[in-house]
Structure formats: structure tokens, C-alpha cells
């Protein structure tokens, strides 16, 4: 491991370096989707719930073919291939995606850099600092 002397991540190529902050970045980017499918399944709950009081608005005035529409053929369908609904969306990703490149992650850090997240920040930190030093 590094001393304080040491430039991180010497022990490391440079190739080896760039390729775990790409591989970093990527996870970084992922977890950016994963709030863009949380909102997503918030809103389509929200959209539903608003849908839901149309159809018993439509219905209180007597419009039951379109509420009827609403609660046979739009409330109960999913959101991807009419069965899937945007909770099965976000489970999946989580479950299946997420945590697959998540385990690739900390399997190339434990392996290539003893477990130390981010080294190409630890190297520019480290250069920014001894720059303003005057070194």
C-alpha cells in the first residue's frame, strides 16, 4: 500500500488506473439511473393514482365507457411489455444489473488496487496539493 511519500497508486500502470476509474465512473453513472428509476416509478405512481380519480370522476358523471377504460385496460397494465410494472423495472435493475457491475467493481479494486477506491482522484488530488505547495 501507498505510504504518504508515495504517488497513489504507484504500485498500479497507468492503464491499470484508467481502467479502474472508467470501471468507478460506470458504477457512478448506474447509480445516477437508479434515481432516474426511482423518480420514474414515483411519477408513474402518481400518474396512476391521478388516473384512478379520473375514473371515478368520469364514472360520478356518467361517463362509465371511459372510466371503464381507465380501470380495465390502463390502471391494471404495466409499464414495460403491459405486464411489467415500474416497481419490476427498478427490482430488476437493482437485483440483476446494478449489483452485477457493482460486484465487478469491488472484485477489479480488491484485486488491482488491495480494495483502494479511487486512485486516479487520490493521484490528482495529490498533484493539485504539491502544486499549490510550490513543489
Given at each position: 500500500?501507498?505510504?504518504?511519500?508515495?504517488?497513489?497508486?504507484?504500485?498500479?500502470?497507468e492503464r491499470?488506473?484508467?481502467?479502474?476509474h472508467e470501471?468507478?465512473?460506470?458504477?457512478?453513472?448506474?447509480?445516477?439511473?437508479?434515481?432516474?428509476?426511482?423518480?420514474?416509478?414515483?411519477?408513474?405512481?402518481?400518474?396512476?393514482?391521478?388516473?384512478?380519480?379520473?375514473?371515478?370522476?368520469?364514472?360520478?358523471?356518467?361517463?362509465?365507457?371511459?372510466?371503464?377504460?381507465?380501470?380495465?385496460?390502463?390502471?391494471?397494465?404495466?409499464?414495460?411489455?403491459?405486464?411489467?410494472?415500474?416497481?419490476?423495472?427498478?427490482?430488476?435493475?437493482?437485483?440483476?444489473?446494478?449489483a452485477d457491475?457493482?460486484?465487478?467493481?469491488?472484485?477489479?479494486?480488491?484485486?488491482?488496487?488491495?480494495?483502494?477506491?479511487?486512485?486516479?482522484?487520490?493521484?490528482?488530488?495529490?498533484?493539485?496539493?504539491?502544486?499549490?505547495?510550490?513543489?
Amino acid at each position: 500500500m501507498a505510504t504518504d511519500g508515495d504517488r497513489p497508486g504507484d504500485d498500479l500502470t497507468e492503464r491499470e488506473v484508467d481502467a479502474l476509474h472508467e470501471i468507478e465512473l460506470g458504477v457512478e453513472w448506474l447509480r445516477r439511473a437508479h434515481g432516474k428509476l426511482v423518480a420514474f416509478h414515483h411519477n408513474t405512481g402518481h400518474a396512476m393514482e391521478h388516473l384512478a380519480e379520473a375514473e371515478q370522476l368520469l364514472r360520478e358523471s356518467g361517463h362509465d365507457e371511459f372510466a371503464d377504460e381507465i380501470r380495465d385496460d390502463h390502471l391494471p397494465r404495466g409499464v414495460v411489455d403491459e405486464d411489467r410494472w415500474s416497481y419490476d423495472v427498478l427490482s430488476s435493475f437493482e437485483r440483476d444489473f446494478m449489483a452485477d457491475v457493482s460486484g465487478l467493481a469491488d472484485r477489479a479494486r480488491t484485486d488491482l488496487a488491495d480494495g483502494r477506491h479511487h486512485v486516479a482522484e487520490r493521484r490528482q488530488e495529490q498533484e493539485w496539493k504539491r502544486d499549490a505547495d510550490g513543489e
